[in-house]
C-alpha cells in the first residue's frame, strides 16, 4: 500500500539524499561544474544551513518514506521584501508526476507571507521548470537582480507576492 506524499521541513537525517537528487539532477543536465548549485558549499549540510537562518526554510518531499524532493526559499534582498525559490529538484524516477507543483504551493504560501517578490535564477535547457515557473505567475526578466551568485545561470524570473 502506498504512502501518502510527505512535505516537511528538512531534517539532517535527510542531507545526503537531498544532496544526491540535486547533484544527480545537475549532472544529468551536464549543469556539474562552478555556477551552478552543484558547488554550493552548504550542500552537503542543508538542513543546518537553512535551520541557522530563521525566515530561510527547506522543505523535502517523501514518497513511500524515501525523500524524492525538496524546494527551499531565502532572503534574497531583505530591505526590499525579496526572497528567493531555492534548490527545487525531484529525483529522476519521479519527475513528471505533478509533485513539483506541491512543493511550488508550499514554498509560496511561505514566501507570500513573509515577502512582497520571489526571484529564481535557472538555465534555458531546463525547459520544465520554466514552464512550471510561468504557470505560476514568474515573469522573466531580461537580466539577473544585483547579487545574484550563480553566474551559469541564463534565465531570471520575479514574481509578486
Known amino acids: 500500500m502506498n504512502k501518502p506524499v510527505v ?3 528538512i ?5 545526503k539524499a537531498i544532496e544526491a537528487i540535486i547533484k544527480r539532477s545537475l549532472e544529468n543536465h551536464h549543469l556539474d561544474h562552478e555556477g ?3 558547488t554550493d558549499p552548504q550542500l552537503a549540510a542543508l538542513s543546518s544551513y537553512y535551520h541557522d537562518r530563521p ?13 524524492v524532493g525538496g524546494i527551499g526559499i531565502g532572503i534574497y534582498n531583505e530591505k526590499e521584501s525579496i ?3 531555492q534548490k527545487l529538484y525531484l529525483a529522476s524516477t519521479v519527475q513528471g508526476k505533478g509533485l513539483s507543483r506541491e512543493l511550488m504551493k508550499t514554498a509560496l504560501n511561505y514566501a507570500s507571507a513573509h515577502f512582497k517578490q520571489c526571484y529564481l535564477e535557472t538555465r534555458r535547457e531546463l525547459e520544465a521548470a520554466s514552464y512550471l515557473y510561468e504557470k505560476y505567475g514568474f515573469q522573466l526578466l531580461e537580466k539577473p537582480l544585483k ?3 550563480h553566474t551559469a ?6 514574481k509578486d507576492l
Open 7 to 9: 512535505i516537511r521541513e
Open 11 to 15: 531534517e539532517a537525517k535527510d542531507d
Open 36 to 38: 551552478t548549485a552543484y
Open 55 to 67: 525566515k530561510d526554510k527547506y522543505w523535502v518531499m517523501e514518497l513511500d518514506g524515501e525523500v
Open 83 to 85: 526572497c528567493e525559490l
Open 147 to 149: 547579487g545574484s551568485e
Open 153 to 158: 545561470m541564463d534565465r531570471w524570473y520575479i
